[in-house]
């Protein structure tokens, strides 16, 4: 686990875009399959993306994927399509062709199944699961990532790239990369800003597998952490 810490949010937000960039600048032959969760921490990184980093990434070469979605039309305000459209895809030269929204609107088992079916489709395979290029997290305070919640442990093993499942704190219906596809991943990047963070910050670097977002940070193979200082200020 490779800890970047920065000083503040807006210099951890821009050390991860260049560091999605370069990886795509570094390998100019070939696309790139990175999957984005949701939630407030990547708007900021966004923001920045569209407003000062928009002409230097090869658009053309990356395909956009969700680690998870709300059940939710795309024009809600909760939907992780529909910040992620707003603040960045609607203003890059992204083709449309490379953006796989999950369609929240759908009944979730279905679209669980068939996004997973989309995602084999695309993205190259190693063993039963995709490989992604990048798998972009974040962490809530309890734990969870993905939307693979504390008490749903069964999502880190499951034999299926997305299911559907719910956030037990609100009820609301989600879907989710499991556990195994994530691990899979060539690069696993965890997001994670402020100072409410640095509490599962700590449990993820220093703890055992105590819940999902330190299974993942503890079983992936290239896991990297983007943190400011406020997140990180609980590791020794
Ligand atoms: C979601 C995310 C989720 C998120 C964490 C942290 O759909 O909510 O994918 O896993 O990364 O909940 O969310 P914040 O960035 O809002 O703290």
Not at 155 to 162: D, V
Not at 163 to 184: K, M
Not at 185 to 209: H, L, N, T, Y
Request: charged share 20%; aromatic share 10%; proline share 6%.
């Amino acid at each position: 686990m490779k800890k970047n810490i920065y000083s503040s949010s807006i210099e951890t937000a821009r050390a991860l875009i260049l560091h999605i960039v370069n990886l795509v600048l570094n390998e100019p032959d070939r696309m790139f399959d990175i999957a984005f969760s949701g939630g407030s921490t990547p708007a900021l990184m966004f923001d920045l993306w569209a407003n000062e980093y928009k002409a230097v990434t090869p658009w053309d070469r990356i395909r956009v994927w969700w680690v998870d979605e709300r059940c939710v039309r795309p024009e809600k305000p909760d939907s992780n399509y529909g910040m992620m459209r707003m603040l960045l895809l609607d203003v890059v030269s992204i083709p449309e062709a490379n953006i796989f929204r999950i369609m929240g609107e759908n009944k979730p088992k279905e679209e669980a199944a068939r996004y997973s079916a989309l995602v084999k489709e695309h993205v190259q395979s190693q063993g039963n699961f995709p490989v992604f290029d990048i798998v972009l997290l974040g962490a809530g305070n309890d734990g969870h990532t993905s939307s693979i919640f504390p008490g749903q442990e069964q999502l880190l093993i499951s034999p299926e790239i997305y299911e559907a499942t719910y956030n037990p704190n609100t009820g609301q219906n989600r879907i989710a990369l499991t556990g195994q596809p994530i691990i899979n991943a060539a690069q696993v990047i965890f997001f994670i800003m402020g100072k409410d963070k640095a509490d599962v910050v700590s449990e993820i670097c220093q703890s055992g597998d105590t819940c999902p977002a330190a299974y993942i940070a503890h079983h992936a193979g290239e896991v990297l952490f983007f943190l400011d200082q406020a997140a990180a200020s609980k590791l020794q």
